[in-house]
């Protein structure tokens, strides 16, 4: 079965300090893995989308990568602004629905100043 | 870029009422639209597929006579939640997805709160 799992649950960090986000999945065949940021009370905002093993994409204080079976999301240097919760999802290669996405748990993101 | 609204943003009502939520892609024409649901501290569980002219793919578990969607137009497609009971009450979102677009990439609403008394 398909299946998206990410830690930690939550992460506080003071601003400045560096961490990475993991986002573990399970599929038959990977069409394309994402990542989103969602704010309290808001819908999720697009980030990122990783095709491939190897592939790494930026913007701004955060770096998103890819290998054969998990995703990191790397924040550089974070700022307040960056907290909220952030969503990794993967699209499987189709069976019968071509676009769904398979979303994880999330991480809750809180930075201090 | 594109955006996708979604009307009402919050909405209170009895037990055994119905309700409708509006999903609109603003700037661009949807292929497909999705509707989600978010109980709080936990992630989106997708509940159907809406394909513009088709009937709706609901996911499994999902009530088809509970959850009504019509997805009439290239931009607009309607989640009907009948006869709501408190059960119902989440966070409803849509997303949308670009026609033309190779890899089909999903955009958000900013959601509906459903309140059920």
């Known amino acids: 079965e398909d299946q998206v799992t990410q830690s930690p649950e939550a992460l506080r960090l003071q601003e400045g300090e560096s961490s990475s986000l993991n986002c573990s999945y399970t599929?038959?065949?990977?069409?394309?893995l994402f990542w989103y940021r969602q704010d309290p009370g808001k819908g999720p905002e697009f980030l990122f989308t990783?095709?491939?093993a190897g592939e790494e994409k930026e913007k701004e204080r955060l770096k998103a990568t890819l290998t054969k079976k998990e995703s990191f999301l790397h924040i550089t240097a974070p700022k307040p602004e960056d907290s909220a919760t952030y969503l990794c999802?993967?699209?499987?290669?189709?069976?019968?629905?071509?676009?769904?996405?398979?979303f994880g748990t999330g991480t809750r993101l809180q930075v201090f100043p | 870029g594109a955006v996708v609204s979604q009307h009402p943003s919050r909405v209170i009502c009895k037990s055994g009422t119905s309700v409708k939520i509006e999903c609109r892609s603003l700037?661009?024409?949807?292929?497909?639209m999705f509707w989600y649901r978010q109980f709080p501290k936990q992630s989106l569980m997708l509940m159907a597929t809406?394909?513009?002219?088709?009937?709706?793919?609901?996911e499994q578990g999902v009530e088809k006579d509970k959850f009504l969607i019509n997805h009439a137009s290239l931009t607009l497609s309607t989640l009907t939640v009948t006869s709501a009971h408190p059960e119902d009450s989440s966070f409803y979102i849509c997303?949308?997805?670009?026609?033309?677009?190779?890899?089909?990439?999903?955009?958000f609403g900013p959601g509906t709160r459903l309140t059920v008394l």
């Open positions: 997303s949308a997805i670009q026609r033309g677009l190779a890899y089909n990439e999903q955009f």
């Open positions: 599929v038959s065949g990977l069409r394309g």
């Open positions: 990783l095709y491939s």
């Open positions: 999802a993967v699209q499987p290669i189709p069976f019968y629905n071509t676009d769904k996405l398979i």
């Open positions: 700037d661009f024409q949807a292929t497909t």
């Open positions: 809406s394909n513009e002219g088709s009937k709706a793919t609901y």
